[in-house]
């Protein structure tokens, strides 16, 4: 199993950050025509359209909600089906917030799936999970 956990500190409250995170993946720059297909208080579906290297990627992300504490997102289609991906949220003050993202994702193959986890989280899920904090970083900062 591949596990890659990444961390940013952002100069807002944590109420502003988590409102922010909830429009995933309309603040993420690069994401074309993604769309939340549903949201609640407590749930999300999203659809996610993605290049890399040049090829397109789409897949569709369900998440539990908790304000101002977590989001589990776990994709339900796509190349990475099964990928869960967990944002904390941590009030540092009243103008601070960190926010932390745990990816886990597992490929099913008899041989190599350890180094194959390995290329893919490093080419793929790592470029992605640095994008989504960098974006949510710019975003908050507006």
């Given at each position: 199993m591949f596990e890659l956990e990444k961390t940013t500190i952002l100069d807002r409250d944590i109420q502003t950050v988590f409102e922010i995170a909830e429009s995933y993946p309309l603040f993420v720059s690069g994401y074309r025509d993604s769309q939340i297909l549903n949201s609640t208080q407590f749930?999300?579906?999203?659809?996610?359209?993605?290049?890399?290297?040049?090829?397109?990627?789409?897949?569709?992300?369900?998440?539990?909600k908790e304000?101002?504490?977590?989001?589990?997102?776990?994709?339900?289609?796509?190349?990475?089906?099964g990928l869960k991906a967990t944002w904390l949220f941590q009030r540092i003050d009243e103008q601070m917030t960190r926010v932390k993202i745990v990816s886990q994702f597992e490929i099913k193959a008899l041989l190599l799936s350890g180094f194959l986890e390995t290329i893919v989280g490093c080419l793929f899920v790592k470029p992605t999970v640095e994008q989504i904090l960098e974006s949510l970083k710019i975003s908050s900062q507006n």
């Open positions: 749930s999300q579906l999203v659809k996610i359209n993605k290049r890399f290297f040049g090829f397109p990627f789409s897949w569709v992300g369900r998440a539990e304000k101002n504490k977590v989001i589990k997102w776990t994709q339900t289609s796509g190349p990475l089906k």
